[in-house]
């Protein structure tokens, strides 16, 4: 596990801005500096800055080593320290990683579309099922008042069928009276 706390504390100890790296040379002839030239470089930076001279180096497969001069400016020494933190396997390290985030990023951004579109098919579709239950609750409600219709005309409908039934047993009643009255009175 990488420990980008120390990782972060290394960066923000060494000279901060755009670093940039270039091949010495001549100010006046623009040719690469020579040994001499160099070493008066050396000399006037001793005498400018600290009395340490920091450099970075590293040893090369072959035995030999190859060497970065850092200087001997106040932040020279966090800058060694920064560039040989950093060497290219901690760098191939931290782009992997970033890579391995942005691609587990971009998988998780195509599982969230995914899931969205999928969230979409269910709101429409609870949409529609809201219109169908709209639909039913007002045919359930259409029907409930032609039940409520239905049981007061066959209420009524039971009520008069029973007024006819009474009605019609008065009128066989009277008609057998009738007849009663008419035998009485023939055979009188």
């Given amino acids: 596990m990488n420990d980008y706390k120390k ?51 590293v040893e090369k497969s072959d035995g030999g080593a190859d060497v970065c001069h850092s200087g001997n400016g106040p932040t020279s020494m966090q800058n060694a320290h920064f560039i040989a933190h ?13 890579e391995a985030l942005e691609t587990e ?9 995914r899931l969205k579109n999928k969230m979409d098919e269910y709101l429409d579709k609870f949409n529609e099922l809201s219109l169908q239950a709209v639909e039913y609750r007002d045919e ?30 008065e009128l066989e009643e009277k008609k057998c009276l009738k007849h009663c009255a008419e035998r009485i009175t023939f055979a009188v």
Wanted: with cysteine; aromatic share 10%.
């Fill in 105 to 113: 990023l971009s998988q998780v951004k195509a599982e969230n579309e």
């Fill in 7 to 57: 990782d972060m504390e290394i960066c923000e100890a060494a000279t901060p801005g755009k670093w940039f790296s270039y091949r010495m040379t001549d100010e006046n002839t623009g040719e690469p500096i020579t040994h001499e030239r160099y070493l008066e470089y050396m000399t006037n930076s001793l005498k400018l800055g600290g009395k340490d001279l920091f450099f970075v180096y």
């Fill in 86 to 98: 950093f060497d290219p396997s901690k760098i191939k390290a931290l782009l992997e990683s970033i």
């Fill in 140 to 169: 359930n409600e259409r029907l409930e008042r032609c039940r409520q219709i239905t049981d007061k005309s066959w209420q009524e409908l039971t009520e008069e069928n029973t007024r006819l039934k009474k009605r019609a047993e």
